[in-house]
């Protein structure tokens, strides 16, 4: 998710940090200090530019140290639990996307051999999800930014066929609709809104945290483009039931396809629970989105769509064009782009194998089946689905009848201080006065450091326990006024107010995905 920027006006830029400094007076280095150390020379002594362009060069052992240094300043990746994204390769994969920095992916002419990985990395994702092998039309897919972009797609191809179907019955085709849990994350709101498709929610309730197939199927109608179900909640990482949709939409005769978001999930089923029916298999699933750089292992950004077959993509949404001498069929939503993370995903998928991603995933699954049950021994309750029934995370929250003088909030905080991140938040639309913590369990989080994040928590809470309500209440609202995420500035205030999405409408917050 990229955020929107606010361009600082001319008194913002030029005001102090602190209040009356625009009058003291310093000393300023001399031209020929630029060729000292780092430190000796003169950009040690003057403010990174923030605002505008400099008018000359900095030396590159000076530009490279300086912006490392401000960098340090961000967290551990390692020690964010809150994210699903992937913060550890191998040395040689690095090396290999390194390399194909300067490439330009969309550029199939002058690097062919790219192009053909990527048909490898489609190939082998859509046999994972058991496409269609044997009929006359293949399955097809493209690479993606991430999953965002793969739902903006699948989304715009279920929208322009009901249009198509319906401008040959001679019918109004003015008001498509999607159905969809009130725990999606957020890049579906903006796939409707963007696309303008209305919203049909199933709400969850305070026992549900996923979609519930009749709800769904009730709310289908003539102007439905489809259903959304979600393998791997970012909030609690559980699996929608998608056979009990299919079922009951192939029962009642209703022709609506699923578009099935494995953002989260879809690396993870196929080797921890393959006997799951949620895929290709279901004859009503017509695409599948999946995120390389979650649990697919590579660093950010690549994701993946694929279609049962060309049926469900019109073909009026595929430009044919001509770039620099080559052919080619397009279905996205920018154009240029690195190669680096296909050529990542590709690694990654002949690396590791079926044996290793399911060494991998169980490996993570009993990690998080071993946290789960060290937080419930020091008395919480756990809320998401241990044994390989979910994601490999722990969704954890307080428990109402120890009747504690803090909130989950207030844990996150205490431990966002010994450098973890783990994520308090609110629950979806209808229960959002729940509150709970999660912990994603990625590839590079150890049992060893599973232990050493329980005891930060036992501390945390011992910590909090000790303290009175006046002085928690003090210590919370320093907390988020002086960390990083309390002093965030690149929100524009035009904008904070807006009441369109679910977060604007009812106060909830989205899990970190």
């Given at each position: 998710m990229v955020h929107l920027a606010s361009v600082p006006n001319d008194d913002q830029v030029n005001a102090p940090l602190v209040k009356g400094m625009e009058n003291v007076k310093f000393q300023q280095p001399s031209e020929d200090e630029s060729t000292a150390s780092v430190y000796g020379s003169k950009f040690a002594a003057e403010d990174l530019p923030k605002h505008e362009m400099p008018e000359s060069e900095m030396p590159k052992e000076i530009a490279y140290r300086m912006i490392r240094d401000e960098l340090s300043l961000d967290g551990n990746p390692m020690l964010n639990l809150a994210s699903f994204v992937t913060t550890y390769m191998e040395e040689e994969v690095e090396k290999l996307m390194a390399e194909a920095l300067p490439k330009n992916f969309i550029d199939y002419e002058e690097y062919p051999q790219t192009a053909e990985i990527q048909n490898r990395c489609v190939s082998m994702i859509a046999r994972m999800f058991n496409a269609p092998t044997t009929s006359d039309e293949n399955a097809m897919g493209t690479s993606t930014v991430g999953s965002s972009e793969a739902i903006m797609l699948g989304t715009l191809a279920m929208k322009k066929r009901w249009q198509n179907k319906r401008k040959a019955e001679g019918k109004d085709f003015s008001k498509p609709n999607i159905v969809m849990n009130s725990a999606v994350q957020v890049c579906w709101e903006k796939a409707a809104r963007y696309f303008e498709v209305e919203e049909k929610y199933v709400y969850c309730t305070k026992d549900r945290y996923v979609i519930d197939p009749e709800e769904a199927v009730k709310l289908v109608d003539e102007n439905t483009i489809g259903i959304c179900a979600i393998i791997g909640t970012t909030y609690t990482g559980e699996y929608e039931n998608v056979k009990a949709i299919n079922d009951l939409l192939v029962e009642k005769k209703i022709d609506c396809p699923i578009h099935v978001d494995a953002a989260s999930g879809g690396f993870v089923v196929p080797?921890?629970?393959?006997?799951?029916?949620?895929?290709?298999?279901?004859?009503?699933?017509?695409?599948?989105?999946?995120?390389?750089?979650?649990?697919?292992?590579?660093?950010?950004?690549?994701?993946?769509?694929?279609?049962?077959?060309?049926?469900?993509?019109?073909?009026?949404?595929?430009?044919?064009?001509?770039?620099?001498?080559?052919?080619?069929?397009?279905?996205?939503?920018?154009?240029?782009?690195?190669?680096?993370?296909?050529?990542?995903?590709?690694?990654?998928?002949?690396?590791?194998?079926?044996?290793?991603?399911?060494?991998?995933?169980?490996?993570?699954?009993?990690?998080?089946?071993?946290?789960?049950?060290?937080?419930?021994?020091?008395?919480?309750?756990?809320?998401?689905?241990?044994?390989?029934?979910?994601?490999?995370?722990?969704?954890?929250?307080?428990?109402?009848?120890?009747?504690?003088?803090?909130?989950?909030?207030?844990?996150?905080?205490?431990?966002?201080?010994?450098?973890?991140?783990?994520?308090?938040?609110?629950?979806?639309?209808?229960?959002?006065?729940?509150?709970?913590?999660?912990?994603?369990?990625?590839?590079?989080?150890?049992?060893?450091?599973?232990?050493?994040?329980?005891?930060?928590?036992?501390?945390?809470?011992?910590?909090?326990?000790?303290?009175?309500?006046?002085?928690?209440?003090?210590?919370?609202?320093?907390?988020?006024?002086?960390?990083?995420?309390?002093?965030?500035?690149?929100?524009?205030?035009?904008?904070?107010?807006?009441?369109?999405?679910?977060?604007?409408?009812?106060?909830?917050?989205?899990?970190?995905?």
């Amino acid at each position: 998710m990229v955020h929107l920027a606010s361009v600082p006006n001319d008194d913002q830029v030029n005001a102090p940090l602190v209040k009356g400094m625009e009058n003291v007076k310093f000393q300023q280095p001399s031209e020929d200090e630029s060729t000292a150390s780092v430190y000796g020379s003169k950009f040690a002594a003057e403010d990174l530019p923030k605002h505008e362009m400099p008018e000359s060069e900095m030396p590159k052992e000076i530009a490279y140290r300086m912006i490392r240094d401000e960098l340090s300043l961000d967290g551990n990746p390692m020690l964010n639990l809150a994210s699903f994204v992937t913060t550890y390769m191998e040395e040689e994969v690095e090396k290999l996307m390194a390399e194909a920095l300067p490439k330009n992916f969309i550029d199939y002419e002058e690097y062919p051999q790219t192009a053909e990985i990527q048909n490898r990395c489609v190939s082998m994702i859509a046999r994972m999800f058991n496409a269609p092998t044997t009929s006359d039309e293949n399955a097809m897919g493209t690479s993606t930014v991430g999953s965002s972009e793969a739902i903006m797609l699948g989304t715009l191809a279920m929208k322009k066929r009901w249009q198509n179907k319906r401008k040959a019955e001679g019918k109004d085709f003015s008001k498509p609709n999607i159905v969809m849990n009130s725990a999606v994350q957020v890049c579906w709101e903006k796939a409707a809104r963007y696309f303008e498709v209305e919203e049909k929610y199933v709400y969850c309730t305070k026992d549900r945290y996923v979609i519930d197939p009749e709800e769904a199927v009730k709310l289908v109608d003539e102007n439905t483009i489809g259903i959304c179900a979600i393998i791997g909640t970012t909030y609690t990482g559980e699996y929608e039931n998608v056979k009990a949709i299919n079922d009951l939409l192939v029962e009642k005769k209703i022709d609506c396809p699923i578009h099935v978001d494995a953002a989260s999930g879809g690396f993870v089923v196929p080797f921890v629970k393959p006997e799951l029916e949620w895929d290709f298999r279901l004859e009503k699933v017509i695409s599948i989105n999946v995120s390389g750089h979650k649990y697919g292992l590579v660093y950010p950004g690549v994701g993946w769509v694929v279609w049962r077959s060309p049926e469900y993509l019109p073909k009026e949404l595929v430009f044919n064009i001509n770039y620099l001498g080559a052919d080619q069929a397009s279905f996205t939503l920018n154009f240029s782009k690195g190669a680096s993370q296909v050529i990542g995903q590709y690694y990654q998928m002949i690396r590791l194998g079926k044996h290793g991603y399911r060494s991998i995933m169980n490996n993570l699954t009993r990690t998080a089946d071993y946290l789960a049950a060290s937080l419930k021994q020091l008395g919480f309750i756990i809320m998401s689905q241990g044994n390989g029934e979910g994601l490999p995370l722990v969704a954890f929250r307080l428990d109402p009848k120890h009747k504690h003088h803090y909130d989950e909030f207030a844990v996150a905080h205490n431990l966002r201080e010994r450098g973890w991140v783990v994520p308090a938040y609110t629950m979806a639309p209808h229960c959002e006065s729940l509150k709970l913590m999660r912990v994603v369990v990625r590839e590079d989080f150890s049992r060893s450091r599973c232990d050493q994040l329980v005891a930060d928590i036992k501390l945390a809470l011992s910590t909090l326990n000790g303290m009175d309500a006046q002085r928690l209440k003090e210590h919370t609202q320093h907390a988020k006024k002086n960390t990083a995420s309390g002093k965030s500035t690149h929100n524009h205030p035009k904008y904070k107010d807006e009441k369109h999405s679910l977060q604007g409408k009812t106060g909830k917050t989205h899990a970190v995905c």
